[in-house]
């Protein structure tokens, strides 16, 4: 009888709660670190992509503003009597050019060159202030020149880096083809300082009927690989090729 209710006590007896043993714990613990890892690398992958996107997008918009300033300043070439007005030299490329902004303010020299700036090499541009006498164009002239070459503190301070660039070049388009601007075939007219007195001479002879830009840009940057760029006088009618 004794063992009877005994029995039924325990039968009566309310069970215990069962919870989460150490390993179970453990195990969860881990796998939500998984879960938090995986989230993690898939958020920073999404922010180096639209870094990347945004290092891109900015490059290609400074790559086109400069192309546009170069060809802008070819398109304002000045023609000079006896005056070389386009120069290149193998480092830098030099041009005279007349002021689109204000044309009574006299005559621009700018320059265009490839320099290495604090351990890159860069595409550059440099701009004189405006000109008034032959004498003062005179002296900007030989300043781009300088800049382009071996330029101090002074020249630097009127130069404006463009982009990164591993190499380019230059070609004049002259007689039905393109060739290298340091060629016998590009230096026939004779020119003279333009501090000399101006002459009645066609200068449309010593200017080439276009010039091509050929653009090598660094890998690893926003933008890279070769790019080149025709510009054709615009008093030539029909595109070269």
């Known amino acids: 009888m004794a063992a009877r209710h005994a029995a039924s006590r325990r039968w009566l007896r309310p069970g215990r709660a069962r919870g989460f043993t150490l390993i179970e714990l453990l195990v969860a613990l881990a796998a939500m670190a998984l879960m938090a890892g995986l989230s993690w690398r898939g958020l920073d992958g999404m922010t180096r992509a639209q870094a990347r996107i945004e290092q ?8 086109q503003a400069g192309l546009t300033q ?11 009597p006896r005056t070389p007005t386009l120069d290149w030299d193998g480092r830098g490329l030099r041009i005279v050019r007349r002021s689109t ?3 009574g303010d006299g005559l621009l020299v700018v320059a265009w060159s ?3 700036v604090n351990g890159t090499d860069q595409w550059l541009r440099w701009q004189s202030p405006p000109q008034l006498s032959r004498a003062a164009l005179q002296t900007a002239w030989e300043r781009a020149a300088q800049w382009a070459q071996n330029p101090g503190d002074a020249e630097k301070r009127d ?8 190499q380019w070049q230059i070609f004049y388009f002259r007689g039905n083809a393109w060739t290298n601007p340091l060629s016998s075939d590009n230096a026939t007219v004779p020119v003279t300082p333009i501090r000399s007195p101006p002459q009645p001479v066609d200068t449309d002879l010593a200017l080439p009927d276009g010039v091509r830009l050929v653009l090598t840009l660094p890998a690893g940057e926003g ?3 070769t790019l080149t760029r025709d510009w054709v006088r615009p008093a ?5 090729s």
């Open 56 to 63: 891109r997008a900015d490059a290609v918009l400074t790559l």
């Open 70 to 80: 170069w060809s802008a300043d070819l398109d304002a070439l000045a023609q000079l």
């Open 101 to 103: 902004v204000r044309p």
């Open 114 to 116: 490839r320099r290495n």
């Open 159 to 166: 130069e404006v880096l463009i982009t990164p660039l591993a």
């Open 223 to 225: 933008i890279q690989g």
């Open 236 to 240: 030539l009618a029909g595109p070269k």
